[in-house]
């Protein structure tokens, strides 16, 4: 049965949707969305096309009659069906073949024969000027076509690259680069000259994961395998996440409260830690620890990525604190303990730098939950008008 209605250019749109109202269920709640966008002009065009021309004659005023029930059906096919535009289409076909170049300017950065002078008289110093040329060209390729991408899982490591990039602009300005407010950058080569060769390729360091090269790498590789997504915005992979990151964060409270440190009497009556519970926790927190960021490095989520960077950095900057209990840290970011090693620790030390390193760890694997499990369609990195946003981030900083 068709939905028929009489419309003025005039009307208030809700008495459309107020006789739809019996009909229950979510299909009203995407009636209510169309009804506020043909409101706010959306759809105008399209209701103009049926009944623009109709208000003078009769006749023009029946043949509004048999059109009006073709109207929804028209707008929700569109919505179930989107096209994508000519300039969309060159933008992803732009995208995906941008995400390899930039890998390949990357690599080159990252390899230690481009610091060096060559045979035939090529010095270092202009191999290492031509790298950062066609690193900076390639990278504002690659943000100009994400902006103009449909392809959202990909879009979401573009921004986090993006946000790599704000996050590191001092020390890249001082190899003369600079990160502009639309998120491309610009090379000066006199001031990239003066900086020499070392400070580049200690930015672009392979052999430090929490390196700007490294991290932007990382996020350009999983741009480049990036998969679809389910019916509720996320990747499979994202649903593994939340879980694991769930995980986590109780390992870190656990690890952060006074519970867990604890005193307990010997059968001699001394009072002593319990260092086998407290093991224990330490082995399940570095287990939950890598199983999520196993499963995160192939979220599309920018929220999500944020997050997983913060813990990361916060992992780097505690590595000697860690050694010290037998928990080391390898290039790829995961941890591996030695249990010999932490049994012998002094458990007050253990519990004083758990209590600042997991209470943080809990608050930023929390957050990975709550976006991988909630927010798995609010992280693409980019707004509506194409600028840049970065999420997960601000609203929770007094607390990370």
Known sequence: MGIKLNVSMNQDYSQLFQSLSSGGGMGNLNFLSDYASIKNGSYAKLMKTYYGGAQNSSTASSSKKSGSSNVLDKILDEK??????????????????????????????????????TANGQSAADKVVSAMKAYVSDYNDVVKAAKGSTLANKTAYVAN???????????????????????????????????????????????????????????????????????????????TTGSGAAALKADARKLAAEELFEMIKDKDGNEKYDVEKILATAKSFVSNYNKMFDSAESSSNSGVLANLSYIREKTARSADALKEFGISVDQKGRMKIDEDTFKKSDMSKVQQFFKDYGSSVATNASLVDYYMTTQANAASGYTADGGYNVQGNFRYADTI
């Open 80 to 117: 179930k069906n989107p096209k994508v535009s000519k300039e969309a289409q060159e933008a992803n076909a732009n995208l995906t073949s941008g995400l390899s170049t930039l890998k390949t300017s990357v690599s080159a950065l990252q390899n230690g024969k481009t610091y060096t002078d």
């Open 161 to 239: 690259m993006m946000s790599t990039t704000a996050a590191n602009a001092d020390k890249l300005a001082e190899i003369g680069v600079t990160v502009n407010s639309n998120g491309t950058i610009e090379l000066n080569e006199a001031k990239l000259r003066e900086a020499g060769t070392s400070k580049v390729q200690e930015m672009f360091s392979a052999s430090d994961i929490m390196s700007y090269g490294s991290t932007i790498s990382s996020r350009l590789q999983f741009a480049g395998s990036a998969s679809g997504t389910n019916a509720a915005g996320g990747t499979e992979a994202d649903k």
